[in-house]
């Protein structure tokens, strides 16, 4: 497992709809957390990770928070890494 730390800038929930194949999907609520990245030269850079979560409201306590939580990821694409909150995981606030 994976853990990410970050801060906790914002929570936000998306509206369901239609894909290209004609599909329907439903909407999901999503939390933005602000991290550094290391870099190959050694230096850090700021990222955003949007991570989708079973339910808002559990992370509400936590905005603006730096936290810990366990994730999960998958890459769809080359280049492109999709993260999300393990089930079950809790978020953790750190120092």
Excluded: C, H, R
């Amino acid at each position: 497992m994976i853990q990410i730390k970050g801060q906790v800038v914002n929570l936000f929930s998306t509206e369901g709809g239609t894909n290209k194949q004609g599909e329907e999907y439903e909407g999901s609520d999503k939390v933005q957390l602000l991290g550094n990245v290391l870099l190959p030269n050694g230096d850090l850079k700021y990222d955003l990770v949007d991570l989708k979560v079973s339910n808002v409201e559990d992370w509400k306590q936590y905005k603006n928070k730096k936290i810990a939580v366990d994730v999960g990821a998958y890459a769809p694409s080359k280049g492109n890494v999709i993260f999300f909150v393990a089930k079950g995981a809790k978020p953790q606030e750190v120092a």
